[in-house]
């Protein structure tokens, strides 16, 4: 497994470490290879802004701090202004399509949007829109094999939540195999993208 | 606020890193600190153990990772026979009393024991130990204000649940304050605890 850093980032309440956790497992406990989650609190954290940071490597992480990541999975406005200008050149960003609205964005940065919430909405529950991203994540980042994240979701929720989970993570990467392309640099989502749920 | 290394850990499912972060976001949100939380995902991660690593400091946490900290939460024998030897010299062990037995500890070790299951299952729901631990924790570790840790609970739980992590909280902070003594050493809990909840 080659290193890769990734930011999870959005308000609280929206699941982020969670998130990040199903992407730790995926990549230690399905994939034999290492993962550190970091979380900062501190001044940052008095704002409503919630940021978890991964590293995931072949080998044992020495240094958990994720300075520039190649991937950064952003779930709201105040979190993507703060974050994005970390993201490393020729990165991935990947967006709630209606939570994000991008610009200004590191040159060469790929960016990947996926309506998760009205996805989550749709299957009954707006709380799953984390899951939702995370199969996202899984189909359009390749860093991980599906299988391998779709069973650390189920192994990181309650047992009355796994359906649901399920159900969301399968939603969310099936659009992400259904809208493979990034968007065009320099514009806006709404405009590149067809929802189609 | 004094340079603090803080261990929580158990078995998957009883709630270690929302522990954590309760920790994390008191010292941070509340009292002005500075706070990181790691988790390590890794060959670790393939066995039922949980464990989040926390680093509360005045300053921004250089380094999160803790080798050997001054405090140790633990809430399952199996965490606790792989961790326990790393509580530095003098440091502080808080047990679950009955998912617990102590033995070979560092010397010096002060340990502290709180029926934190039995707690929650007179509160009506069992998972709400780690928030009664958390309680306990902030009784008998006198590192952060009891207020500031109980405002970090209330913002760190869903609204449904506010009420019931209160009373969690409540229930475990009482324990403490009115079993304030730690263990004399080389005994087992059992035996020196009266239990009255």
């Not at 044992?60 to 190649?70: I, Q």
């Not at 999975?73 to 200008?85: I, L, T």
């Not at 899984?138 to 069973?151: C, G, H, I, T």
Request: net charge negative; charged share 20%; aromatic share 8%.
């Amino acid at each position: 497994m080659q290193l890769t850093e990734i930011r999870v980032a959005g308000f609280g309440g929206q699941g982020v470490i969670l998130a990040a956790i199903v992407i730790g497992k995926a990549a230690s406990i399905y994939e034999n290879g290492y993962a550190t989650m970091t979380q900062n609190f501190g001044p940052e954290a008095r704002g409503g802004a919630c940021s978890a940071q991964l590293v995931l490597s072949g080998d044992p992480v020495l240094y958990p701090y994720v300075t520039n990541p190649d991937f950064l999975v952003v779930m709201s406005q105040e979190a993507y202004v703060k974050f994005a200008p970390e993201v490393r050149p020729n990165g991935t960003l990947i967006i709630e399509q209606d939570l994000v609205r991008i610009g200004n964005l590191p040159a060469g940065t790929k960016v990947y949007s996926c309506p998760a919430t009205r996805i989550a909405e749709e299957l009954g529950k707006r709380m799953v829109l984390n899951i939702v991203m995370v199969g996202f994540f899984a189909a359009v980042s390749r860093v991980l094999k599906p299988e391998s994240v779709n069973q650390a979701v189920l192994e990181s929720v309650p047992p009355a939540f796994k359906d649901l989970n399920a159900k969301a993570f399968e939603a969310g990467y099936k659009y992400g195999v259904e809208n493979p392309d990034a968007l065009p640099q320099h514009s806006s989502p709404e405009k590149e993208v067809t929802v189609e749920v």
